[in-house]
């Protein structure tokens, strides 16, 4: 039953908030500061919470604290726990172990109400890393969860020793002190925590996750809402100024959504701008031609099922994004379908409920059982944490792997340039007998080239491979954040360098990222851009024109390599079986080649041939087998280190291949 004082507007301000975030997490267009939905909801929190805190305090002078957060927990408790243990028990399904293990330790936090605490000193809300957090999205319950304890003994305390105007000093106070904090931290310094806590120093370096996560730095948005009780009491009779100010809140907020971006510090005081406009469009809701659009049946039931749709949308959008990647169009409006069912079931089955009034011996069974699948949970994720992830749930007999921390942290490790230069000689004070020239895809070479060729051989390497264009004559880069016109051509430099001072003409490996630095290439002229898009054609001739520069020295071209197709570390790492998935590990022994890359290995191959100006290797040749490519070497050791570039054992298995063409090549007295 709903209360005579039911503000039916508000559940329609929470449909837009969770609406917003929605589209937010799920990368809709436009929606971009959709993230502020969540400030829309601490206002609406601290407006009802306050609400019903001073009804109690000034009908019965007291409040019970005990009834109070039974109703929160009752409230908020029970499909929270739902939640929690569906996403845990699938996540232990699909998530390789160093996530689960993440996923363990977000999971215990939660259910403590510190969860933002756990992110805080985790990472950052806006990183990659947040598709592989189901539970990330749980710090904002835990910063209410963190309000709710606090404030109810504040107003308590106030009322009795000031009454109303004590609790309105006290929340001018704190909306300004909050303010204060966010001028203070955002940038991550702060010289009085430097002096007097160094320890603490290091924690709030990064200002913008400090601001983000913090109870603290968002108390100013509670305050609104809270503040707004005793302005909601002195009523406009002006239509036209409850038209204004519907309107000017609403658009407020959707300014914020439109316009806002991940780069924003944040609240700041940026979140003053959809938090005011929550706060208009709460006051003037009620009275409004305008706010009709809030009050429609369908917009309200979307606010009924408000907190079932935040917490069940994050999950769906991981697991998704974690077992197929990138989500497309038709991933993301299964998500979104998939999401109102899931929380249409949880509101009607278990919020509902649950808020139904209970009597104090069920009062005892209720809080019995929400403890008792609470600790359950807890010690689960505990133990996870502290297990490293449940490795026991791994089939290790697919392929060899060194276990690492995570995929990151392989290919870190185990890219075929690890180690290696970007640009200067490999243990050796010997001239150049090979320069390995190109951009991140020629540097994946290095452990081959030396490991097969220059140690057993006594060949004097040089790298020249690490900036990210063509290391050709004439070209450049078109993408933004970098002077590539100086860059690139500086970077071809070195090489030549390498190339010249060399005793007698070295063997230069040229490649590249084939495709991609063509997507993004540009051509010079007289040092400036004069050409934004670049053809096959234009780079064959950029080949050749390198080929006569370096003179005697020989040249030999490598193509593109097949690629993985998947992230195979992380693929490897999943649990075997994994049920709700066609998930097959070996299938991604091999990959399928790819026809857009063997058309430019092509045209190079038929320049090579055409011209003689220089030898071409085309690493489909060695890696494919008919129409597929292999992802592992002769020991199931993996050939690549992420998606696209060789692993150390990628190189050497190519060199390897390839070692009689390239020391004919060398041909070394």
């Known amino acids: 039953m709903r209360r005579s004082n039911y503000l039916p507007h508000v559940d329609g301000l929470r449909a837009l908030a969770v609406l917003v975030v929605i589209f937010f997490h799920l990368d809709i267009p436009s929606f971009q500061g959709g993230y502020v939905g969540v400030d829309v909801f601490f206002v609406i929190s601290g407006f009802l919470i306050t609400g019903i805190l001073r009804e109690e305090l000034e009908k019965s002078g007291r409040l019970d604290l005990r009834k109070f957060y039974f109703r929160r927990m009752r409230r908020l408790i029970p499909a929270l726990l739902v939640t929690l243990s569906v996403t845990f028990l699938f996540s232990a399904l699909i998530f390789s172990p160093v996530h689960f293990q993440r996923i363990g330790g977000a999971l215990s936090a939660s259910l403590l109400s510190v969860s933002n605490f756990y992110f805080w000193l985790e990472a950052d809300y806006f990183d990659v890393g947040a598709n592989l957090k189901p539970f990330l999205h749980t710090w904002s319950l835990s910063v209410e969860e963190q309000f709710y304890l606090f404030w109810?003994?504040?107003?308590?305390?106030?009322?009795?020793?000031?009454?109303?105007?004590?609790?309105?000093?006290?929340?001018?106070l704190m909306f300004f002190v909050s303010i204060a904090l966010n001028l203070i931290f955002y940038d991550g310094q702060s010289q009085f925590v430097s002096d007097n806590i160094p320890a603490l120093a290091d924690l709030i370096a990064d200002g913008k996750s400090t601001l983000f996560f913090m109870l603290p730095f968002r108390l100013f948005e509670f305050s609104v809402g809270a503040l707004l009780v005793w302005v909601v009491s002195h009523s406009f009779n002006y239509r036209i100024i409850n038209e204004t100010f519907f309107l000017v809140g609403l658009g407020l907020i959707l300014y914020s959504v439109f316009y806002f971006d991940e780069s924003l510090i944040f609240p700041y005081w940026n979140a003053l701008i959809p938090c005011v406009g929550a706060a208009l469009v709460i006051l003037s809701g009620p009275s409004t031609v305008s706010g009709a659009v809030l009050r429609t049946s369908g917009v309200v039931g979307i606010g009924l099922i408000s907190y079932s749709l935040y917490l069940v949308h994050w999950p769906i959008i991981v697991f998704l994004h974690y077992l197929n990647g990138?989500?497309?169009?038709?991933?993301?409006?299964?998500?979104?379908?998939?999401?109102?069912?899931?929380?249409?079931?949880?509101?009607?089955?278990?919020?509902?409920?649950?808020?139904?009034?209970?009597?104090?011996?069920?009062?005892?069974?209720?809080?019995?059982?929400?403890?008792?699948?609470?600790?359950?949970?807890?010690?689960?994720?505990?133990?996870s944490y502290h297990t490293s992830g449940w490795k026991w749930r791994i089939d290790d007999s697919v392929v060899n792997l060194d276990h690492v921390e995570n995929s990151s942290a392989f290919h870190r490790q185990y890219y075929g340039g690890s180690g290696y230069p970007y640009y200067g000689p490999v243990a050796t004070d010997s001239p150049a007998d090979i320069v390995v020239v190109g951009d991140s895809h020629g540097r994946h070479y290095a452990e081959g080239v030396s490991k097969v060729l220059s140690?057993?051989?006594?060949?004097?390497?040089?790298?020249?491979?690490g900036t990210s264009c063509f290391h050709l004559p004439n070209f450049t880069r078109t993408t933004d954040g970098q002077n590539w016109d100086q860059i690139c051509p500086a970077s071809l430099d070195k090489a030549l360098e390498y190339i010249e001072n060399s005793n007698q003409a070295p063997l230069v490996i040229l490649s590249h990222n084939w495709n991609f630095q063509m997507s993004v290439a540009g051509r010079l002229k007289n040092g400036s851009l004069n050409d934004a898009t670049v053809e096959p054609d234009q780079v064959v001739s950029g080949v050749i024109e390198l080929a006569k520069l370096i003179g005697d020295a020989k040249l030999v071209v490598i193509g593109n390599v097949p690629g993985s197709?998947?992230?195979?570390?992380?693929?490897?790492?999943?649990?075997?079986?994994?049920?709700?998935?066609d998930f097959d590990p070996d299938g991604f022994l091999f990959h399928s080649r790819n026809a857009e890359l063997e058309r430019t290995n092509l045209k190079l191959k038929e320049a090579a041939l055409k011209t003689g100006e220089f030898s071409f290797i085309d690493p489909f040749n060695y890696l494919c087998i008919e129409n597929h490519c292999r992802n592992v070497d002769g020991q199931r050791r993996l050939l690549y280190s992420d998606t696209s570039h060789l692993s150390k054992y990628g190189s050497i298995y190519l060199i390897e291949a390839?070692?009689?063409?390239?020391l004919q090549l060398l041909d070394r007295p």
């Open 326 to 383: 990138e989500l497309v169009w038709l991933s993301k409006l299964l998500i979104l379908v998939l999401t109102f069912i899931l929380a249409f079931l949880l509101y009607r089955f278990v919020e509902k409920p649950f808020r139904a009034a209970a009597a104090p011996p069920k009062q005892s069974v209720i809080s019995a059982g929400v403890a008792l699948v609470s600790v359950i949970l807890f010690l689960s994720g505990l133990h």
């Open 658 to 662: 390839i070692k009689s063409e390239l």
């Open 455 to 465: 140690e057993p051989n006594d060949y004097g390497l040089f790298i020249a491979a």
């Open 152 to 172: 109810p003994l504040m107003l308590v305390v106030c009322h009795k020793y000031g009454g109303k105007m004590l609790t309105l000093i006290f929340l001018v």
């Open 565 to 581: 197709g998947h992230n195979l570390y992380d693929v490897f790492t999943r649990p075997r079986p994994l049920i709700f998935s």
